[in-house]
Structure formats: structure tokens, C-alpha cells
């Protein structure tokens, strides 16, 4: 019997006669094969034995490929014609869902070749009495039963995947059916959400969204050395897309968010990427705000063109709760700065210095200090922005410093290009 169709017209008739008569007779006895090839297996693997249920397929599976293959020598059916049966594609379902390697499930056939090799070929010289016959018939079966193994375990491999990925959609599908229910504020079982996505609920969330124009960027990576930063080595990570990520960071105290605290941060992610990272907050409100903050940092971070690879929400609240309506924002800034609302290296330069004299609380010596000019260079830079205003500093404070803060953040999407 060869393992190849056209080929059995080169097997001496004898040889084939007895091979197919061997056959037979090992048929007669499958169940007794079977039952010894399980405890051959459970020796060698003790995956096998992991409960009743995967010990009963085992069992299914070693019954159903030994009376498969030996019923296809009986008569004399190329081994191209094999498929999986029934109970070993089922046994690959069940090792996929506890979670087994392929190499585990593949294991199953390397040692069951093994055992036929090992026990049913040993006694072969019982079911051939001609010695002249006895290696021409163990060659074809031994040749047989590893292309048959061959064909069935690339079978069973392609259903292990098939049904692990079937498992890890209902998985992923559940995460975000959960990460979805909780940014929406529904009333769900948090205990169970806990369950399903395998992170805590209580204590401080840190909502962080990372985001790229490539499609070959490691968010998942990148997600990861976040949640490193704040001391945790399993955030909840969410893609949202092929170019975005959601995640969450679960710690029992609030960590530091502020811009210097995350340069360091910053020095450990690829330059596609950029991240927002929301305010931290406590509880199942807090998961949801941190999010709603890190999603709405990230609208002002790509409506100003911000460079910056990581920012903090904090940094950009105040701007984002002016930039709703963005009309109204270019509107504001126009009536606050006047002359100084106009794109320009000059009135930029202006801009920035009165900022910083702002920051600094009138301080003409650490205004200067902050941008690296002299004192008296901040004092003609001020005075002409007064002029360009139309009104000095000192009048409507808290709207200049927020309209320029607008300025300083959205820049030309809040700027009128010409004068007037």
C-alpha cells in the first residue's frame, strides 16, 4: 500500500495482500489500541489528563484516527482522501479554549505515531507469518501512518486556530462591550466587568489614548511602557481601530501626570506615536472621566498640530473648555488681543512675552529668565503689545491670560491672518 495514489501498482501483490490482511486484524482489536495509546499518551503528556472532558476526547480522538487510518490500508484508500475526524477536530477545539499551545494540541500526534511505531509494529512479526514479507509491509505502514499524521495534524492545527480566534473575538468583543457600557455610564455588574477585563475598578483609574497616521506602529507595545510608567505591568489595552489605542492604568494611589513628570515618558515611545493621558480618578466614574478627558486632549492636541509626543490633559482643560464652539474661541481672541490676534513673528514674539509676564505675576526678571531674553527686552516686547491691544496688561486679566492661553495651545486655528 503506498501512500500516494497510482503508486500501489508498484507493491507487490503479496506485500499488499498481507498489508491490508494486517489491517484487518488490528481493526478487529482498535478499542484495546486505543484505550493503550491513551495511557501511552497520558504518560508523556499530562495535558492530556487535565479533566474528563479532555480525557474522554483524547480518548475519542485516539479511537477515531486508529480505526480511520487502518480501515484506509484495509482497502486500499491513498491517504490524499484522509480527513480529520470528528472527535480529533473536536479535541483541538477544547485544547484551543484551555488555553494549550498548538504545539501542546501537535504533541498529541507526534507521540501517537510514536505509540503505533513503538507497540503495533514491535508485534508485527504476529500478524506476518512470512518473514520475507515482514520489512515490506512495516516500510508501507510505517510510511503510511506518518503521511496520514502528517495530512490530519495540519487539519486539526488549522481548526486549533480557527477556534482560537473565534474564542479570542468573543473575548475581545466582551472587553469592549464592557469598556463600552462603562464610558457610557450603564448601570452594569461590576464585579463582572472586573472579571472580563481582568482589571480593577476601585482604587485611581488613568485613562491614557495613544494614536498614529501609521499602520505598522506597536501601539500595543507602546500602551504597554505606559502602563510601566505608572507601575503597572498589565493596563487595560483597547484598540480603537487599526492607528489608536485605549488604556486604562488601575493603581492604588493617584499618579503624577504633570509635564515634567512624563519626559521621561516621552524619551522611551516612537516618534509616530502620540499620547494623551487624562486626570486621574477614583472608581468606575473615574475610569469613564479620565477617558472622556484623555479623548477630548486628544481633539486639542490635533487641532493645534502639537508636536509633542506625550501631554497630559491638564495642560490643556482650560483650552478645551473654550474650544467647544471654535468660532466663539476665535471670536474671544480677537476681542481680547485686538492687533495681537494676527499671525506674525513679531506679534508671536509679543504674545509669548506677555504670557510669561502674565505667568509670572508682572515679573518683568522672571519673565525674561523664562524665555531667555533680557529684562529689557520684555519690557519693549510688552509695551508693544499693549499697543498692538489696544489697552494695557492690567485690564481684564483673567480674559487676556485665557486668551492667550487659547493662542498659546490652538495657535493659527484661533488667529486672523490679516489685520482688521
Known amino acids: 500500500m503506498s501512500v500516494k495514489a497510482g503508486e500501489s501498482a508498484n507493491l507487490p501483490e503479496s506485500v499488499a495482500i498481507e498489508l491490508r490482511r494486517t489491517a484487518a486484524e488490528l481493526l478487529e482489536n482498535v478499542s484495546s489500541y486505543a484505550d493503550d495509546m491513551l495511557n501511552y499518551l497520558l504518560e ?20 477515531s484516527n486508529l480505526e480511520a487510518a487502518l480501515s484506509m490500508v484495509r482497502h486500499g484508500i491513498d491517504v490524499s482522501a484522509a480527513t480529520a475526524p470528528v472527535t480529533a477536530l473536536e479535541h483541538a477545539r477544547a485544547m484551543a479554549a484551555r488555553g494549550y499551545s498548538v504545539d501542546v494540541m501537535l504533541r498529541f500526534y507526534r507521540m501517537g505515531h510514536a505509540y503505533f511505531s513503538e507497540r503495533i509494529l ?31 495534524s495540519s487539519e486539526v492545527a488549522a481548526e486549533y486556530i480557527a477556534e482560537l480566534n473565534r474564542i479570542q473575538n468573543r473575548v475581545r468583543a466582551a472587553r469592549t462591550d464592557a469598556v463600552r457600557g462603562l464610558i457610557a455610564g450603564d448601570r452594569i455588574d461590576f464585579g463582572r466587568a472586573e472579571r472580563t477585563l481582568a482589571h480593577r475598578l476601585t482604587g485611581w483609574q488613568t485613562a491614557f489614548v495613544c494614536w498614529t497616521d501609521r499602520d505598522d506602529a506597536d501601539l500595543a ?51 509616530e506615536v502620540q499620547i494623551c493621558i487624562g486626570t486621574p480618578a477614583q472608581g468606575p466614574g473615574g475610569f469613564r472621566d479620565s477617558h472622556v478627558q484623555a479623548q477630548r486632549g ?56 506677555l504670557l510669561a509676564v502674565l505667568d509670572a505675576q508682572g515679573g518683568l526678571a522672571a519673565a525674561a529668565e523664562e524665555l ?23 485690564d481684564r486679566i483673567v480674559e487676556l491670560h485665557a486668551a492667550l492661553r487659547l493662542v498659546q495651545i490652538l495657535g493659527p486655528v484661533v488667529l486672523t491672518s490679516e489685520p482688521g
Not at 126 to 141: G, M, N, T
Not at 326 to 332: I, M, P, R, T, Y
Not at 338 to 345: I, N, Q, Y
Request: proline share 4%; glycine share 10%; with cysteine.
Open 298 to 353: 486628544r481633539r486639542v492636541v490635533e487641532l493645534s498640530g502639537r508636536g509633542a509626543p506625550v501631554t497630559s490633559y491638564t495642560e490643556l482643560a482650560l483650552v478645551d473648555t473654550m474650544s467647544g464652539d471654535l468660532d466663539l474661541a476665535h471670536g474671544f481672541v480677537a476681542i481680547e488681543l485686538g492687533a495681537l490676534a494676527v499671525k506674525g513673528r513679531r506679534e508671536d514674539e509679543e504674545r509669548r512675552t
Open 44 to 63: 508523556r503528556i499530562p495535558e492530556a489528563g487535565a479533566d474528563d472532558d479532555l480525557r474522554g476526547l483524547t480518548l475519542g480522538s485516539c479511537s
Open 122 to 152: 514491535a508485534r508485527i512479526t504476529d500478524f506476518v507469518s512470512d518473514p520475507a514479507l515482514v520489512l515490506a509491509v512495516v516500510a508501507d505502514l510505517q510510511s503510511y501512518a506518518f503521511a496520514y499524521v502528517d495530512r490530519i
Open 221 to 271: 507595545r507602546v500602551g504597554a511602557a505606559v502602563g510601566a510608567h505608572f507601575g503597572s505591568h498589565h493596563p487595560l489595552l483597547v484598540p480603537d481601530g487599526a492607528q489608536a489605542l485605549w488604556g486604562w492604568v488601575a493603581t492604588t494611589r493617584a499618579p503624577d501626570v504633570v509635564a515634567e513628570g512624563l519626559a521621561a515618558l516621552a524619551d522611551e515611545l516612537p516618534k
Open 372 to 394: 531667555g531674553v533680557h529684562r529689557n527686552t520684555v519690557l519693549q516686547r510688552l509695551r508693544r503689545a499693549e499697543e498692538r491691544r489696544g489697552r494695557p496688561a492690567t
